[in-house]
C-alpha cells in the first residue's frame, strides 16, 4: 500500500475582485469547456459569487465532495461507537487511553483522504473546485487561462500563486472532537465515583478484584477532606482492604457498583453509624433536622442523590431567613454509635 502524502500543489493564478458585481467567464472553471452549470461559491463573511462548470467538472466536484464527507460522517461514527464500547471491552482504560483510542479511531478514516490518487488531469485544473477565496476580496484560479481571463473582465491583473489542494470541508474536525467529548463523558458514564473511608488505626491499600486503586489514611473524627474519591469501573466486583504495614486484610465484599451513582467504603468501620442528617432553611425550615440511618453489614453503601455536604454537619438555620424560601441541605455523616443521635442509629 502507498504511504499517506498531503495533497498535491496546484499552480495557479491569484485575482484581485473590483468592488460591485464582478464579471465571470462563460466557460468551465476547471477544463475550459462550455459551463453549464453555476456553482455558489461562498465567502466566510456571506458574499459568494456563480463559478460556471461543465458537466463533467461539475460531476468529478461532487464526487469529491461526497469523498470527504463520507470520510467526516465515517470518523464521527467510528468516534461515537468506540467511545461508548470500548469502556465495556476495555474497563480499565483510564480517561487518557479511552480519549487517544477514540481520537485514532476518528482519525482514522480521514487518513484515506491523504491517499495518493495520482495527478489533476492535464485539462482539468483541480480535482475539486477550482476556484477558491483567498483574503482581500481576491480568487485564487487554479486554470491560469480561466485566472487571466478573470483579471481581463475586471480590468485587474492576475498573480501567479500556488497553493495545495484542498481538502474542502469544515467538518473535518467534528470526528476528533466528537471522540474526546464522548470520550470523556463515556467514561465519567461507566466509572463511578467511590469513596473511601478508614475508620481504622492504620493505613491501609484498598484493591477492587485485586487491583490497588487507593491508599487511605485512618481518620477517626469526621473531616470532608478524609478518605479518597476514586473512579472505578461498573459492575460486580470485590473490594478488599488490607493494612499497608503487615497487609492484614480488614475487610473483603462483593459489590455492584452502578453508573452515575456516588458509593461509600468504609472499612473498619465497627461500632461507626452511619446517616444522612437533613436540615431546613427559611419557609422549608424543621423543627429539628430528619435524620436517615445507614445501615450495612458489609460497610459499602449505593448513596442517593443530593449530599450537599460530606462528614461534616450542616450549617444551624438562623431566624433572620425565616421569611426567605430557604431550602434543604442534606449532609452524610458518622460517628461512633455510642455518640450518634439516637434518630441515627440502625435498628440493626
Known amino acids: 500500500m502507498r504511504g499517506l502524502a498531503l495533497p498535491p500543489m496546484l499552480r495557479g493564478v491569484s485575482v484581485a475582485l473590483p468592488a460591485g458585481t464582478p464579471l465571470f467567464p462563460e466557460e468551465c472553471a476547471c477544463c475550459g469547456n462550455a459551463a453549464t452549470h453555476r456553482t455558489e461559491l461562498r465567502r466566510r463573511d456571506g458574499a459568494s459569487v456563480l463559478i460556471g462548470y461543465c458537466d463533467d467538472c461539475a460531476e468529478h466536484q461532487a464526487s469529491a465532495s461526497a469523498r470527504v464527507l463520507s470520510a467526516c460522517l465515517a470518523s464521527f461514527l467510528l468516534a461515537l461507537v468506540l467511545a461508548s464500547g470500548l469502556p465495556l471491552i476495555a474497563p480499565r482504560l483510564g480517561s487518557l ?180 442528617e437533613t436540615t431546613g432553611y427559611g419557609e422549608e425550615r424543621l423543627q429539628k433536622p430528619s435524620y436517615q440511618p445507614l445501615s450495612s453489614a458489609e460497610h459499602f453503601w449505593v448513596l442517593p442523590d443530593g449530599i450537599d455536604r460530606w462528614f461534616a454537619a450542616n450549617p444551624p438555620p438562623s431566624d433572620r431567613e425565616s421569611h426567605s424560601s430557604g431550602g434543604l441541605l442534606t449532609a452524610l455523616r458518622h460517628a461512633p454509635c455510642s455518640e450518634a443521635p439516637a434518630e441515627a442509629q440502625s435498628a440493626e
Do not use: K
Open 97 to 276: 487511553g479511552l480519549s487517544l483510542a477514540a481520537l485514532f479511531a476518528a482519525l482514522l478514516p480521514l487518513s484515506f483522504l491523504l491517499m495518493p490518487r495520482g495527478s489533476v488531469e492535464a485539462s482539468h485544473g483541480a480535482r475539486g473546485s477550482a476556484v477558491a477565496w483567498l483574503p482581500q476580496n481576491r480568487l485564487w484560479c487554479a486554470r491560469e487561462r480561466y485566472g487571466a481571463r478573470l483579471a481581463e473582465l475586471n480590468a485587474s491583473r492576475g498573480e501567479p500563486l500556488s497553493r495545495r489542494d484542498s481538502l474542502g470541508s469544515v467538518w473535518l474536525g467534528a470526528g476528533p472532537l466528537a471522540a474526546l467529548v464522548a470520550a470523556h463523558f463515556a467514561f465519567l458514564a461507566y466509572h463511578p465515583e467511590l469513596r473511601i473511608i478508614n475508620l481504622g488505626t492504620a493505613r491501609i491499600e484498598v484493591a477492587l478484584d485485586g487491583v490497588p486503586v487507593a491508599s487511605v489514611d485512618a481518620t477517626s473524627n469526621e473531616s470532608p477532606s478524609a478518605g479518597a474519591l476514586v473512579r472505578v469501573p461498573v459492575g460486580h466486583h470485590v473490594l478488599s482492604a488490607s493494612t499497608t504495614t503487615d497487609h492484614v486484610e480488614v475487610a473483603r465484599t462483593e459489590v455492584d457498583l452502578q453508573s452515575g451513582s456516588t458509593h461509600l467504603f468504609a472499612p473498619a468501620a465497627t461500632d461507626t453509624c452511619f446517616w444522612l
